[in-house]
């Protein structure tokens, strides 16, 4: 399947919420890059770590996102939200699934019903 890059965050001290907001704003713009997609995960056990994932077809237009102008000024803006040092692991979707109208791909003969209890 399509490999990506995964981003592992931390936020600093009272800057959790704050720090959401500043990575829905630079997430979208790896689009431009040649991302198929993007997603931002926060953890529920420890509200201050994040993951940002960007599918991309092409392990230079990854980089040229993250050392472009605006993710560049990004993390300047933003510096004193986030723990350092942050380094970018290349990763690969191996499977996904959804329910929805283009579900396809969930496992074959998996159906998209609620289990009883």
């Known amino acids: 399947m399509q490999p990506g890059f995964v981003v592992p965050w931390y936020a600093t001290g009272f800057r959790g919420d704050a720090f959401e907001a500043a990575l829905q704003e630079i997430a979208p713009v790896s689009l431009r890059y040649g991302a198929t997609s ?9 509200r201050y770590r994040f993951q940002l994932y ?15 102008p605006e993710f560049s000024d990004w993390r300047a803006v933003y510096s004193s ?7 970018y692991a290349p990763v690969r979707l191996v499977a996904s699934g959804h329910v929805g109208q283009e579900a396809n ?7 998209p019903a609620r289990a009883e209890p």
Do not use: K, M
């Open 38 to 46: 993007w997603f931002i995960w926060r953890a529920h056990d420890d």
């Open 105 to 111: 791909g969930n496992g074959g003969a998996v159906s």
């Open 54 to 68: 960007c599918l991309f077809e092409d392990h230079t237009d990854f980089e040229q996102y993250w050392y472009g």
């Open 81 to 87: 939200y986030y723990q350092v040092p942050v380094v």
